[in-house]
């Protein structure tokens, strides 16, 4: 049995000729084949490329993979969701439908005999960035969401989340791909500070940066950044010893 993550596939989104459906049925198939021995699934932010919920209203599509999804739920395999910068929008719906815990801002698990800190990435380390910050804090507000929700007919505020994704796109011109800067990341910045305070922690794992990686912060700990699956797509694995490897799918 093993835990699995996955994080940036950004369902919906038109990229370099591979379409929305054929990735979503490349998730799906990934999906089915982790499920015979998948003890827990996390889905670690920007699964959607935008995702917005009205009270009565969800964004068209992706029924192939929220299928899947309510389907491990039903059969008792726990399925954890971790909103990113994109799909930060959610409300009640993946936990009331398809059944998933929800997650808005990070976790720790304890997981075969390893200490876990999950979130997406976004935000992490930047809170010198007092620019960034406001802008975080503005998106992330409920009072703005209510307002955009009685305020915008749910076409128009499609059309305007799929313009701001596609224009606020890290690498949105040489690809999606980053460069890892070790030390100078803000997520490594964070795990320094973290880990001091939290020294038992074997595991931070985080999406948003596009590049797979498994960087090592001490001889106990590691950051692990998962990747992306618009060009190369890759998942962590977290096997029965606790051993955390990523592997291409």
Do not use: Q
């Not at 192939?64 to 395999?77: H, K, P």
């Not at 305020?151 to 999606?176: A, E, K, Q």
């Amino acid at each position: 049995m093993a835990y699995y993550f996955a994080s940036d596939v950004h369902l919906g989104l038109s990229y370099r000729g591979d379409e929305p459906r054929e990735r979503e049925t490349r998730f799906v198939a990934w999906l089915e084949a982790i499920r015979p021995d998948c003890e827990g699934l996390f889905l670690v932010g920007d699964i959607f490329d935008f995702w917005f919920e009205y009270r009565r209203v969800i964004p068209k599509g992706f029924v192939r993979v929220l299928g899947t999804l309510a389907s491990f739920c039903d059969s008792g395999i726990p399925v954890h969701f971790f909103v990113g910068n994109h799909d930060l929008w959610v409300s009640d719906y993946f936990a009331r439908e398809i059944g998933m815990t929800v997650h808005t801002t990070p976790a720790t698990f304890e997981l075969c005999g390893r200490t876990l800190f999950v979130a997406h990435g976004d935000g992490l380390g930047k809170s010198g960035d007092w620019k960034y910050a406001l802008l975080r804090r503005i998106f992330h507000s409920r009072c703005l969401r209510r307002i955009v929700s009685a305020v915008l007919h749910p076409n128009v505020m499609m059309r305007f989340g799929h313009w701001w994704s596609s224009h606020n796109r890290h690498g949105r011109i040489t690809g999606v791909a980053h460069t890892f800067r070790g030390e100078e990341e803000p997520i490594v910045r964070f795990a320094r500070v973290y880990l001091a305070e939290h020294p038992d922690t074997d595991y931070l794992v985080c999406g948003h940066l596009h590049t797979p990686i498994v960087y090592r912060m001490n001889v106990r700990s590691s950051v692990v950044v998962l990747g992306e699956w618009m060009e190369h797509p890759m998942y962590g694995r977290l096997d029965a010893d606790g051993e955390m490897e990523l592997r291409p799918f």
